[in-house]
């Protein structure tokens, strides 16, 4: 069933679906199951504004078929996750999804572990902030809560930047949790001053979402590796439901 929506366009915070972690539990045996595209499917249906993908360059998750396909079945908006590399940068050009999120990535992480150094790999960074921006990709780069970072983002010519939420989430409950949520909501009215579309994500839980949810100058949350652990117990769809229900809430609509 789909969500009803309840909140006013103006203040509503779009949710990303990210889907990656289906496409974990596929490969772990190898199979063609679970299908992300499926998940995709499901998350539209119950209230996804966006699906979000990241593309490795190890393909431990989602695959160069997945993106494909996702490109070519689903009717929301496609958010490419992307390293700045040209095998990356080749690909987002062909296949032109609405957002092209572009993230720092190491082989042997576990994840997405820290925002991009955009001040130190300024020059790098340039020439792929531009060239998507000019195929009419919707760039976004995946920082730190800094408003220095910030500043860079926007030099650089990046319409969009996604705050990391990581370290907020992994905070102990207290003093060291809010002084993260601190520097969240200041780099986001600091994203707002200077004219940045401000997203985040990373780590976010139905117990961890209702703070970042409040900030009002976030526009967009990208969520994924929770949902998909939660949908184990209630279902995809029930799981969307809840973080979408808790999204509305936070924002002064939805059901209590
Ligand atoms: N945003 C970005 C840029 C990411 O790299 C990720 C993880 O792929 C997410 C959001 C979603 O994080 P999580 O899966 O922890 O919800």
């Known amino acids: 069933m789909k969500s009803s929506g309840t909140t006013n366009t103006k203040n509503r915070l779009r949710l990303?679906?990210?889907?990656?972690?289906?496409?974990?539990i596929r490969n772990a045996r190898g199979s063609n199951y679970p299908d992300p595209v499926r998940a995709a499917k499901i998350a539209a249906e119950y209230g996804a504004d966006g699906i979000t993908a990241h593309l490795r360059e190890d393909r431990r998750h989602i695959t160069d078929s997945d993106i494909h396909r996702l490109s070519d079945e689903i009717n929301l908006p496609l958010?490419?996750?992307?390293?700045?590399?040209?095998?990356?940068?080749?690909?987002?050009?062909?296949?032109?999804?609405?957002?092209?999120?572009?993230?720092?990535?190491?082989?042997?992480?576990?994840?997405?572990?820290?925002?991009?150094d955009v001040i130190g790999q300024m020059k790098h960074l340039e020439p792929f902030v531009k060239t998507l921006v000019d195929a009419n990709i919707r760039v976004s780069l995946f920082v730190e809560p800094d408003p220095a970072v910030l500043d860079?983002?926007?030099?650089?010519?990046?319409?969009?930047?996604?705050?990391?939420?990581?370290?907020?989430?992994?905070?102990?409950?207290?003093?060291?949790?809010?002084?993260?949520?601190?520097?969240?909501?200041?780099a986001a009215a600091?994203?707002?001053?200077?004219?940045?579309?401000?997203?985040?994500?990373?780590?976010?839980?139905?117990?961890?979402?209702?703070?970042?949810?409040?900030?009002?100058?976030?526009?967009?949350?990208?969520?994924g590796h929770f949902l998909v652990g939660e949908a184990i117990f209630v279902g995809l769809g029930s799981s969307i439901t809840e973080m979408r229900r808790l999204m509305d809430v936070a924002r002064g609509g939805g059901k209590k």
Do not use: W
């Not at 579309?197 to 979402?209: I, M, N, P, R």
């Open 152 to 186: 860079a983002a926007k030099k650089l010519g990046a319409p969009v930047v996604e705050l990391h939420t990581g370290s907020y989430c992994d905070a102990p409950l207290g003093e060291k949790r809010n002084n993260e949520l601190q520097r969240i909501i200041k």
């Open 190 to 223: 600091h994203a707002d001053e200077i004219g940045l579309e401000c997203h985040a994500g990373h780590g976010l839980t139905f117990d961890s979402v209702t703070p970042v949810a409040e900030i009002k100058t976030i526009a967009e949350l990208n969520i």
């Open 79 to 116: 958010n490419l996750e992307m390293a700045a590399t040209n095998e990356m940068l080749e690909i987002a050009i062909r296949h032109k999804p609405h957002a092209a999120c572009v993230v720092p990535e190491k082989r042997e992480e576990r994840t997405t572990e820290g925002g991009l």
């Open 16 to 24: 990303g679906v990210n889907i990656d972690h289906v496409a974990t």
